[in-house]
């Protein structure tokens, strides 16, 4: 057993260790000073230029991914009565896109698309609400034409069933009431204004068993067609409509009203950033989101804002790559793992940056939003975007290039009035891509035959090769130039098309090097190769090229050694494959049997995944160039639906898109064939494609 320290020197060694903490907490203060002014310095005098959208270290409220399924509902329907049940959706009555009221009842598996018809409901109804009281689902009200006060009621079997169930008239409500929306707080059901045919409705009724009610509340805004969640004891409503506005306009409202049932009491207390109504709130991962809806002049929108219980704080939280009113909505599962569900709805009109997706009309369209794992948290024009920065898109049909933000807005365009066109003119530019960290662009004009070098953002030439208009195979002369980069030595690669070949070209013009033989429309590496279209620069300096003659992918030195070489007979037409990661790929099917696809396959040949919706707004149609971003999602433009579309692997669903699906034109958030892009970071950096220059 050892002797015990004596008094005197434990506390001369306490005293030291004090000493030696107090010493360590100054250094460590000082570092921390230092590495501050480092970061300041460097933020103040940093080479590249800010970029709007970049990304944020900000906490806060998860940001939405709100992505298209990939099936789509049999019909374009709408103001249907959605209800959850687990993992399933129930779908009741609603409106059809001739205008007619439904009485069908579906059971959906958000899962895979599949509806089953479960039976009826006894009257046709739309514009009702509807809850899921045990293993009953209810529809409250509604109209067909008129507004009634009739609850009807169908009981759904726990499983999977063949045989439909029969609906029932269970109950009536105190008065006659559409347009209401529906909410629960533990066991007790609320229903939240509404009309009676002729007065907007302030009360607030209560039921446990779809069959009595009580009125609990008054709101102090009397609406019709509010968006509404329930989010501890208290009872959200948010915007809606107040009566009708001037010719076909409605008298929208921006308040956001609480409910306490407790104390039977309703305040107003904060406002949404505009008047709206016919849109649809979620609580998922404890926070209320609301989302879509329309304008009292009819605009419907794509905003998802999140609201703040404590703070009242309403900020932007993403994007709807559909605008989207009037749907039917319901959630399932918890926590962060609960994702809401927008099932069908309206469309009136769209412009701006707000617009997206289907251009009018019903939907048949399914909409996911979940917490977003890549988007960031709420708040600023960037969040839920899966990208930052700033991209570039080539839109052909219209001959020119644009740069557009994460908020769908347009930032530059090329030509313009003050930035006019090179000699020769801009025509047909297939691809376009940044170089020297966002100075300059590149871009081939594959029907003028020319390849120019951009400066970014003045739209000075810088570069030209090709003699517009004019193809050949003789020095300085093209003939379909498809995906030209500037490479970091300063070279230019290019697939020269109907030459068969590929280039590489000094800045002074010279051919340096070339793969294939002009005209020599065969695959035969590395002596032939048979209308390449994709050049793709590696990183370990080869280039990947795809032959659309017979379904080829190669690798290739730049000196023409082939390094190894794939058919793909499933593909039908293989465009601009980009490396993903050790012996696998990611490529466009540019014209399969159906419409277009997109699919990531191993140097084996397996196909690894497939993106290959075959109908409806997800579908893709001779799609011909996809890209990985840093975040795994994948940015695709869908040349013949005019617009570009981001696609999350993981679900299957478009997140993000620019442009109105089906529909070409010049005014902004309009593409017309857009058939390549870029993304340029706020570091000047472009992930895509690290490797070029």
Do not use: C
């Not at 203060?29 to 709007?52: C, D, E, R, Y």
């Not at 505009?274 to 649809?280: E, S």
């Not at 003789?474 to 109907?498: C, F, H, R, S, W």
């Amino acid at each position: 057993m050892s002797q015990p320290e004596p008094r005197s020197a434990r506390s001369q060694r306490r005293r030291r260790n004090q000493i030696r903490r107090r010493r360590a907490t100054v250094a460590l203060l000082a570092a921390v000073l230092v590495v501050a002014a480092l970061v300041i310095t460097l933020s103040s005098n940093g080479s590249h230029p800010k970029v709007q959208g970049t990304a944020s270290n900000a906490t806060g409220p998860p940001s939405i991914e709100a992505g298209i399924e990939s099936w789509q509902l049999a019909a374009p329907i709408s103001r249907e009565v959605v209800t959850a049940d687990g993992g399933r959706l129930q779908l009741l009555g609603g409106l059809s896109a001739a205008g007619n009221s439904l009485s069908s009842v579906y059971t959906l598996d958000p899962s895979n698309g599949t509806l089953t018809q479960a039976g009826s409901l006894p009257d046709v109804v739309h514009d009702a609400a509807g809850a899921m009281i045990g293993r009953t689902a209810f529809s409250f009200g509604g109209g067909s034409p008129s507004t009634f006060a009739t609850v009807q009621s169908i009981t759904l079997p726990a499983g999977a069933s063949s045989t439909p169930s029969s609906g029932a008239s269970a109950a009536q409500l105190p008065q006659p009431r559409s347009d209401l929306t529906v909410t629960s707080l533990g066991r007790t059901t609320y229903l939240v204004g509404g009309y009676d045919g002729t007065t907007y409705l302030p009360s607030v009724l209560a039921t446990v068993d779809g069959r009595h009610f009580s009125a609990v509340a008054a709101l102090k805004v009397a609406v019709r067609y509010a968006a509404v969640a329930s989010l501890g004891q208290s009872i959200y409503a948010f915007g809606g409509q107040t009566g009708p506005g001037p010719g076909t306009t409605a008298a929208t409202t921006a308040a956001i009203q609480q409910i306490d049932p407790s104390t039977h009491s309703a305040q107003v207390i904060g406002h949404l950033p505009q008047a709206l109504y016919g849109a649809a709130a979620f609580v998922l991962d404890g926070h209320i989101y609301v989302a879509g809806g329309q304008t009292g002049e009819g605009q419907t929108l794509t905003q998802i804002y999140e609201f703040d219980e404590q703070s009242h704080r309403v900020q932007d939280a993403g994007l709807l790559p559909q605008a989207v009113a009037f749907a039917g909505s319901a959630t399932t599962g918890t926590g962060r793992g609960a994702v809401g569900y927008l099932v069908g709805g309206e469309v009136t009109h769209q412009s701006g940056s707000f617009q997206a997706g289907q251009a009018s009309g019903s939907l048949q369209t399914v909409i996911s939003l979940r917490p977003s794992r890549y988007g960031g948290p709420a708040g600023g024009a960037a969040s839920g975007s899966p990208y930052q920065g700033h991209l570039l898109i080539a839109d052909r049909g219209n001959d020119r290039l644009l740069v557009v933000n994460p908020a769908r807005e347009l930032l530059w365009e090329y030509p313009s009035a003050t930035k006019p066109p090179p000699p020769g003119g801009f025509y047909f530019p297939d691809d376009a891509f940044f170089f020297h960290k966002g100075t300059g662009i590149i871009s081939n004009q594959e029907e003028n035959h020319t390849i120019v070098q951009i400066a970014y953002p003045s739209g000075k030439i810088i570069w030209q090769y090709g003699h517009p208009g004019k193809p050949g195979s003789a020095p300085g002369y093209l003939n379909q130039p498809d995906d030209a980069y500037l490479l970091k030595n300063g070279e230019i690669t290019v697939a020269d098309a109907m030459n068969d070949r590929i280039l590489f070209l000094s800045q002074s013009g010279t051919i340096l090097g070339q793969i294939g033989t002009n005209g020599v429309a065969v695959h035969n590496p590395p002596t032939g190769i048979a209308y390449p279209n994709g050049d793709t620069p590696l990183a370990n300096g080869d280039v990947l090229v795809s032959e659309i003659n017979g379904s080829w992918i190669s690798e290739y030195t730049p000196s023409g050694h082939l390094v190894w070489t794939l058919h793909l007979p499933t593909v039908n037409y293989p465009s601009d494959p980009q490396q993903l990661g050790p012996d696998l790929y990611l490529l466009a099917d540019y014209d399969p049997p159906a419409e277009g696809r997109i699919l990531t396959i191993h140097r084996s040949g397996a196909i690894v995944w497939t993106y290959d919706a075959v109908a409806g707004d997800a579908m893709l149609k001779k799609p011909s160039l996809a890209e990985r971003l840093p975040n795994g999602i994948f940015l695709v433009n869908d040349d013949y639906r005019n617009r570009v579309v981001a696609i999350d692997p993981k679900y299957n669903t478009i997140v993000w898109q620019y442009g109105l699906t089906d529909v070409s034109g010049t005014a902004p958030g309009l593409l017309s064939i857009p058939d390549g892009f870029d993304l340029l970071l706020g570091n000047g950096t472009t992930p895509t494609h690290l490797q070029t220059g």
